[in-house]
């Protein structure tokens, strides 16, 4: 890989790493699901896997629209986010305690997420590429939607078990 030289060459490099994050996740949410006993927790994680598969394909667009040849850089922190949920699905054998668990390591991933895509955004607005930054400020939401709504789920499990 050339060493950037601007921003333009460091955003592209920043879209890689989230093209590798998200087909990670495409790979790792169906495990999460499969491992949750809440219905509601695996119904919410089923929802994010799609959004998580139309992240790619934005990605995709994105690449397109720089013609720039789509290609992932690996991302060591997605790897270690995603051996930690892993750990909590082969450790923790309560149900309760493993959703909670998959809640928090879906959360930890969710924010390492949100700081990519703010990141992204604002350096495509400040690249003056309004049309990609409305796209990424798309799956930013998306992102920052799925974490709150792994905070309430865990939320409402902790109650339970009180």
């Known amino acids: 890989m ?10 592209v490099i920043k879209l890689k790493t989230l093209y590798d994050i998200e087909i990670e996740l495409v790979k790792a949410i169906p495990k999460m699901i499969r491992k949750a006993t809440d219905e509601e927790l695996a119904e919410g994680l089923s929802m994010h896997l799609d959004e998580t598969k139309q992240h790619v394909q ?3 667009n994105i690449f397109e629209m720089l013609d720039v040849k789509p290609g992932k850089i690996k ?4 790897r270690g986010l995603v051996a930690d949920a892993q750990w909590v ?4 054998e309560d149900s309760i305690l493993l959703d909670i668990n998959i809640c928090a390591a879906a959360g930890y991933i969710e924010h390492y997420e949100i700081a990519g895509y703010t990141t992204a ?10 049309e990609i930054a409305d796209i990424l400020g798309e ?3 998306e992102e920052k939607s799925a974490n709150e709504s792994l905070l309430e789920r865990s939320s409402a499990l902790i109650t339970g078990t009180l």
């Open 89 to 92: 699905m082969d450790t923790i």
């Open 139 to 141: 799956t930013l939401a």
């Open 75 to 78: 991302c060591e922190a997605i």
């Open 2 to 11: 050339k060493q950037p030289t601007n921003l333009a060459d460091l955003f």
């Open 121 to 130: 955004y604002e350096w495509a607005s400040s690249l003056d590429e309004e």
């Open 58 to 60: 934005r990605l995709e």
